[in-house]
Structure formats: structure tokens, C-alpha cells
T-cell receptor, first 115, second 115 residues
Framework: AQSVAQPEDQVNVAEGNPLTVKCTYSVSGNPYLFWYVQYPNRGLQFLLKYITGDNLVKGSYGFEAEFNKSQTSFHLKKPSALVSDSALYFCAVSSDYSSASKIIFGSGTRLSIRP | GAVVSQHPSRVICKSGTSVKIECRSLDFQATTMFWYRQFPKKSLMLMATSNEGSKATYEQGVEKDKFLINHASLTLSTLTVTSAHPEDSSFYIC???????????FGPGTRLTVL
């Protein structure tokens, strides 16, 4: 069975500073990893995914994530935070690269960027 | 990107009544749709996988008789919460799989409040 953990309920960062939102995963076989963002009262928006290849994945809105197999981590990063990045972020994992496979979500991390 | 809609966006009902939530893929056909429930503390729980023309596959612990899923066409899946109780109050989110683009797209969610 696959699972994903987001150890931080909330991350607070000053605007302009780099940000990191942590995620670790557990899956049998190859992991397929995702990051989604949710703004208030809205559905989930896809940010990026890792399937194979380069460990550094670049996504929407200047976000990137680094896949680390030895540490079973897939932390989300951005070099310079914007106030508009404030939202709820979900890490997710699937055991299959196909979109037909179910995606298991972490508990979410609320990112708050202060001006 | 592809659009997935949910209707209604918000519903309030009395305890004991049934509520139907629709999930539609607006510009693609979706043989597979997924239903999630998002609890107040943010975590997103997969409830079931809905396959067009066949029975839904429910996750462990989800009552199939309580949460009826019908995927009667390639663009529509419905979730009916039967005999709703206050503990069923939640944010329900669907996602639809676009097989051509091999991606899942999420709906905006439906806020259910049971009085």
C-alpha cells in the first residue's frame, strides 16, 4: 500500500525568501509523485509530477520539487516566495504512472507567505 | 486545461434526506472518475473509483450503500449520499481521467452541510 506524509501542518515564510514544503512517501515499486495546490473554496490544481528521469522536476508558478530515492522524499521548493503562493499544498503518490490509477494524498500543508 | 465541474457547489440538507452530487467532464470523455472527501483538518480521502458502465470500486471503510456512485455516461458521475447525517458534512471533490492526455483533472468541490 502506498502512503505519503507531510510532517508540517503549516509553513510560514516571508515574501522573497525561499520556501520548502516537505513530503515523504512509502510505496512498493516505483513511486509516481505529485504536488497539488488548493486555494480557498476551490478544487485542486496540478503543480508538477515525477514519473521518471531527472530528479529535479519543474512545475507551474515557479515551483519545483526534488525526488530523493534514498530519503524517500519529494520536497516542494520555490526560490522566492510570493504572497499569492499562500494556499494549501498536497503531496500525493500513485503506484502506477497511468492516470487511471488512484492517487493517495497527504494531509496537506498550509503555506502562509507574509508581506 | 480540461474542465471538470461539480453541481451543486454548496448544499444544505436536513438529516435523513438524500443528496446527489454531479461531476461532469466538460471537454473530454472520462471512463474513470474518482470521488474524494476532504475533512475539516484538510486531509483528502479517496472514497471510490467510478468506472463508466460498471460498478464503482470503494476504498476500505467506505459504505457503498451510504455513498451510491453511478457513472452512467462518459461525461457524468454522480455521488448520492443516502440518509445523510451531520457527520456526513464535508467537502466532496471529484476528479476525472482524460485518457487521451493521460491526466486527472479535479472538480471545484461540493460543500455538503447536513443539519
Amino acid at each position: 500500500a502506498q502512503s505519503v506524509a507531510q510532517p508540517e501542518d503549516q509553513v510560514n515564510v516571508a515574501e522573497g525568501n525561499p520556501l520548502t514544503v516537505k513530503c515523504t512517501y512509502s510505496v512498493s515499486g516505483n513511486p509516481y509523485l505529485f504536488w497539488y495546490v488548493q486555494y480557498p473554496n476551490r478544487g485542486l490544481q496540478f503543480l508538477l509530477k515525477y514519473i521518471t528521469g531527472d530528479n529535479l522536476v519543474k512545475g507551474s508558478y515557479g515551483f519545483e520539487a526534488e525526488f530523493n530515492k534514498s530519503q524517500t522524499s519529494f520536497h516542494l521548493k520555490k526560490p522566492s516566495a510570493l504572497v499569492s503562493d499562500s494556499a494549501l499544498y498536497f503531496c500525493a503518490v500513485s503506484s502506477d504512472y497511468s492516470s487511471a490509477s488512484k492517487i493517495i494524498f497527504g494531509s496537506g500543508t498550509r503555506l502562509s507567505i507574509r508581506p | 486545461g480540461a474542465v471538470v465541474s461539480q453541481h451543486p457547489s454548496r448544499v444544505i440538507c436536513k438529516s435523513g434526506t438524500s443528496v446527489k452530487i454531479e461531476c461532469r467532464s466538460l471537454d473530454f470523455q472520462a471512463t474513470t472518475m474518482f470521488w474524494y472527501r476532504q475533512f475539516p483538518k484538510k486531509s483528502l480521502m479517496l472514497m471510490a473509483t467510478s468506472n463508466e458502465g460498471s460498478k464503482a470500486t470503494y476504498e476500505q471503510g467506505v459504505e457503498k450503500d451510504k455513498f451510491l456512485i453511478n457513472h452512467a455516461s462518459l461525461t457524468l458521475s454522480t455521488l448520492t449520499v443516502t440518509s445523510a447525517h451531520p457527520e456526513d458534512s464535508s467537502f466532496y471533490i471529484c476528479s476525472a481521467r482524460d485518457s487521451l492526455r493521460d491526466e486527472q483533472f479535479f472538480g471545484p468541490g461540493t460543500r455538503l452541510t447536513v443539519l
